[in-house]
């Protein structure tokens, strides 16, 4: 029972690399979305996806790429890290867009930019 | 517009008292509520959420939550803490019927939960 797995769990980069942050889920879920979270803060939308080849910004989309080419697979991608990129990310997936359908998080991925 | 403010950044307990984390929302349409739990260096996991049916509304581990429409809150109690309850607890608020991204949850900025033996 797998849910929504993420991918590396702790990750340095220096200033201006690349990195993609993996995200899958076996739920057969449509949506799917990347929040950051910051200390002493909630978490923030990054990107969301509604399903397989379409996404759309979040609250905070800038520094950062999504592709979403199958149901279960949204990677997020960092093109030049900066230091204001260090954050905990989380990916997440949920059946529907009803407000109260339960949204499954992924265990979070520790990413700190030098 | 919507938002949610937990009152404390912090609470500490002793182990077997009562546990009561204060939730207040603010919200233009119904919303539904919800009761994240974080453990150190993992991801969140629903201990409730309330959508619209029972005030109160009862979660995992002993957890419950009344969802109260004149206070606009949603404060989260347990009678008796245990150890294993330390952690960090979010509060989130969306929309029932929401036009946009259901994806716009709104987070309070957490509260942390010490347990002492």
């Known amino acids: 029972n797998a849910g929504v797995t993420q991918t590396p769990k702790f990750r340095i980069l220096k200033i201006g690399q690349s990195m993609t942050l993996q995200c899958t889920q076996d739920m057969n879920h449509n949506y799917m979305y990347w929040y950051r979270q910051d200390p002493g803060m909630g978490l923030k939308l990054i990107y969301y996806?509604?399903?397989?080849?379409?996404?759309d910004k979040g609250e905070v989309p800038n520094g950062y790429n999504v592709s979403r080419s199958t149901t279960e697979d949204f990677p997020l991608r960092l093109e030049l890290a900066a230091p204001s990129q260090t954050s905990v990310y989380f990916c997440?997936?949920?059946?529907?867009?009803?407000?109260?359908?339960?949204?499954?998080f992924g265990e979070g991925s520790w990413l700190t930019v030098v | 517009a919507q938002s949610v403010t937990q009152l404390d950044s912090h609470v500490s307990v002793s182990e077997g008292t009562p546990v009561l984390l204060r939730c207040n929302y603010s919200s233009s349409y119904s919303p539904s509520l919800f009761w994240y739990v974080q453990h150190p260096n993992k991801g969140l996991q629903l201990l409730l959420k309330?959508?619209?049916?029972?005030?109160l509304v009862k979660g995992i581990n002993g957890f419950e939550a009344e969802f109260k429409k004149s206070e606009t809150s949603f404060h989260l109690t347990k009678p008796s803490a245990h150890m294993s309850d330390a952690a960090e607890y979010f509060c989130?608020?969306?929309?029932?019927?929401?036009?946009?991204?259901?994806?716009?949850?709104?987070f309070g900025k957490g509260t942390k939960l010490s347990v002492k033996p």
């Open positions: 997440a997936s949920s059946y529907s867009r009803e407000g109260g359908n339960t949204i499954y």
């Open positions: 309330y959508t619209s049916a029972a005030t």
């Open positions: 996806s509604v399903g397989a080849g379409i996404t």
């Open positions: 989130v608020v969306t929309h029932m019927n929401y036009g946009g991204s259901q994806g716009n949850l709104i």
